[in-house]
């Protein structure tokens, strides 16, 4: 896999949520634009559950374009001639960083189920020692959606005075029962597959790509609203006149279904998809807050200096904008300095990877306040 790779943790183990302690680990990682004099430019970009730190380049797997040009690049909202792009695959993943498909030191062998279950913090605990190493000491923004987003929340409360400003998009505070429950079903999916081997597939030499294709149909729906599914689909049928009174894939929607599945199983490893829903399945900001979220984002009882800009999207049902307005309510409990905004849009969860103009619009201003604020140069005209 190409990119930048760096090993953390190699004199002192970083300890873990669980108490396991690991060290020696490999972070794969990159960067994009430059990085100025007084290192005041540095954004750190959390990608989503099956995303990676491909944001703004060809893919080196799929081909595709990355997976955040629409917002990131030259002369767009996150702009690259500015700013200082950072983003590595996290912890637990499967696209250079290590996970349970890689080597155990100990044995020799993949790690498989033995690798530690790592949390939201863990990942962000392997990020913050990925910008110490880059000799970043105040990072200008984190920002990211879906399971990125809650990585900013935890960045913004793990290390307050290490970030200026915090971007969470269509994301909550803790994952919620129904979420958790979507996936179970994944993770069952995954399991229930024969070629699984009880996690030892990479040892056995099969891949348990039926039961991973399944799990990502499933979360797939789970991305899109009823009605970007109807303006797509409809119940129009794939590549005939007349339904087959089969189980083969009569409508376009199952087509589509399928062919997601089976790209996705090309590029993420099953293990690695247990790990990471579980991290988010134990993400609950308010639990280390004794129950309170607004105690969160009051640290050592002062208010949080952190700014923010939370966005939500009308149709998302997996993260409902009721979602990010309970962490902005928690937030002006403190008295914190956060702006809000509801996008309108039939897109679903996706939206904030889709061509929102509002969205990159909002995003574009925050980040010229937060820099007029921070000090740095005005953006150069293109």
């Known amino acids: 896999m190409p990119g930048k790779r760096v090993r953390l943790a190699v004199d002192r183990p970083m300890r873990l949520d669980s108490g396991i302690e690991i060290g020696g680990f490999q972070i794969a990682y990159q960067t994009y634009g430059t990085l100025n004099a007084d290192k005041s430019n540095a954004i750190f970009i959390c990608h989503a559950l099956t995303g990676d730190h491909f944001v703004v380049e060809k893919h080196p797997v799929t081909g595709k374009p990355g997976w955040w040009e629409m917002l990131v690049g030259p002369g767009k909202p996150v702009d690259t001639d500015r700013y200082f792009i ?167 929607v199952e087509s589509y279904l399928r062919y997601q599945g089976a790209a996705f199983v090309e590029r993420f490893d099953a293990n690695s998809y247990l790990y990471i829903t579980r991290a988010m399945d134990y993400f609950d900001l308010a639990a280390d807050a004794g129950g309170t979220l607004a105690n969160a984002f009051r640290p050592g009882g002062k208010t949080t200096p952190v700014r923010f800009c939370l966005a939500s999207f009308s149709s998302d049902w997996l993260f409902p904008t009721s979602e990010s307005r309970a962490i902005v309510h928690a937030l002006n409990a403190v008295a914190a300095n956060v702006s809000f905004v509801e996008i309108e849009t039939d897109k679903g969860h996706d939206a904030f990877l889709l061509d929102e103009p509002e969205f990159h619009q909002v995003i574009h201003g925050f980040l010229e306040g937060c820099a007029e604020h921070r000090g740095l140069s005005a953006r150069r005209a293109r």
């Open 86 to 252: 950072i983003c590595s695959n996290v912890l637990g993943g499967c696209l250079g960083s290590t996970g349970p498909k890689d080597a155990d030191p100990a044995t020799g062998r993949p790690y498989g189920l033995s690798f530690p279950v790592v949390t939201i913090g863990d990942m962000v605990r392997a990020q913050k020692l990925l910008v110490e190493h880059l000799g970043i000491e105040k990072l200008f923004c984190v920002i990211g959606g879906s399971m990125g987003g809650m990585q900013v929340l935890q960045w913004a409360v793990a290390y307050p005075e290490s970030v200026f400003a915090a971007v969470p998009i269509a994301t909550a505070a803790r994952h919620s029962a129904q979420n958790i429950a979507f996936h179970e079903v994944g993770r069952q999916a995954i399991m229930a597959d024969p070629n699984w081997r009880g996690g030892n597939y990479l040892l056995e030499g099969t891949k348990p790509e039926a039961g991973l294709a399944v799990a990502r149909m499933a979360a797939h729906i789970t991305y899109l609203s009823e009605a970007a599914l109807h303006r797509k689909f409809g119940r129009n049928l794939q590549d005939r006149k007349a339904v087959t009174y089969g189980f083969d894939a009569d409508f376009q």
